[in-house]
T-cell receptor, first 111, second 115 residues
Framework: GNSVTQMEGPVTLSEEAFLTINCTYT??????LFWYVQYPGEGLQLLLK?????DKGSNKGFEATYRKETTSFHLEKGSVQVSDSAVYFC??????????FGTGTSLTVIP | DTAVSQTPKYLVTQMGNDKSIKCEQN?????MYWYKQDSKKFLKIMFS???????INETVPNRFSPKSPDKAHLNLHINSLELGDSAVYFC??????????????FGDGTRLSIL
């Protein structure tokens, strides 16, 4: 079956620290992979995506590379800011556009 | 110019009541979804409609009934509300199924609290 596993949070970092949030997936076929971000009191917003192996998605300083050999899509940012505090969701989409979300990782960045 | 809009944003009501949540999207998408997010932020798909036709119906109590009058609207009616229904409900939309690289676009959520 299809599923997404994310590292458990919460994660607390100091401003300007390096961020990694791990995400691995199980899927039949060739899924597309996404990272969504949810700021407090808001809905999920698409952060970045990758649609095939070795693709790198990037946005707002965040990056993630679609690694088929390790079935991973880890989210990274070189220097986090207080404004990056949010919940981050890894997701995959299969044929038929059914989405599978991870459990979310809460990030708090302290000044 | 909100892409996916839900109303109301907050809903506080008594156990046993019946309530509805409305969702509209102006993105021209064919598919709409309802998700439930619990207090631990876990996101669970409830329903999905494509062009007014139900295509995903997860294990959800039959007190929950979605209705799609047209492809731009997907409403959620809940009968006999229970304490466990307290959660944030999100509406989302995406392009036609089969386009697996199309992201979903989410509304801001409806925060339902049962007293």
């Amino acid at each position: 079956g299809n599923s997404v596993t994310q590292m458990e949070g919460p994660v607390t970092l100091s401003e300007e620290a390096f961020l990694t949030i791990n995400c691995t997936y199980t899927a039949t076929g060739y899924p597309s992979l996404f990272w969504y971000v949810q700021y407090p009191g808001e809905g999920l917003q698409l952060l970045l995506k990758a649609t095939k192996a070795d693709d790198k998605g990037s946005n707002k300083g965040f990056e993630a590379t679609y690694r088929k050999e390790t079935t991973s899509f880890h989210l990274e940012k070189g220097s986090v800011q207080v404004s990056d505090s949010a919940v981050y969701f890894c997701a995959l989409s299969t044929t038929g556009n059914q989405f599978y979300f991870g459990t979310g990782t809460s990030l708090t960045v302290i000044p | 110019d909100t892409a996916v809009s839900q109303t109301p944003k907050y809903l506080v009501t008594q156990m046993g009541n019946d309530k509805s949540i409305k969702c509209e999207q102006n993105l021209g998408h064919d598919t709409m979804y309802w998700y439930k997010q619990d207090s631990k932020k876990f996101l669970k798909i409830m329903f999905s409609y494509n062009n007014k036709e139900l295509i995903i119906n997860e294990t959800v109590p039959n007190r929950f009934s979605p209705k799609s009058p047209d492809k731009a609207h997907l409403n959620l009616h809940i009968n006999s509300l229970e304490l466990g229904d307290s959660a944030v409900y999100f509406c989302a939309s995406s392009q036609t199924p089969g386009h697996r690289n199309q992201p979903q676009h989410f509304g801001d959520g409806t925060r339902l609290s049962i007293l």
